[in-house]
Nanobody, 119 residues
């Protein structure tokens, strides 16, 4: 099993910045991808960004491209989502997630962190 614990987030004004962190632990040997998703009130959960376990490849949703950066610190067993130029529509609960190499997709999820952006 893999455990994910997210932290960070909070309240920011439009144009501001926030950083989310996700610490992972457990059986890590089979992980190949780490990511962030978000869910706004009344909406489905949507993909935000992902990074390969090696850190070599990142992918972003069009809505955050150029504003958000996903990164990983292997020494700290953590990965991050740096959010800049925030917009009110970025308001959501953000979830970190991990995928293993077993083809099961995003199997592991953190508890969620609230991000609220005021206009």
């Amino acid at each position: 099993q893999v455990q994910l614990e997210s932290s960070g987030g909070g309240l920011a004004q439009a144009g501001g910045s926030l950083r989310l962190s996700c610490a992972y632990s457990g059986r890590l040997f089979n992980l190949y991808q780490l990511g962030w998703f978000r869910q706004a009130p009344g909406e489905d959960r949507e993909f935000v960004a992902q990074i390969t376990w090696s850190g070599g490849t990142t992918v972003y949703a069009d809505s955050v491209k150029g504003r958000f950066t996903i990164s990983r610190d292997a020494a700290k067993n953590s990965f991050y989502l740096q959010m800049t130029s925030l917009k009110p529509e970025d308001t959501a609960i953000y979830y970190c997630a991990a995928a293993a190499q077993n083809g099961a997709g995003w199997s592991y999820w953190g508890q969620g962190a609230q991000v609220t952006v005021s206009s």
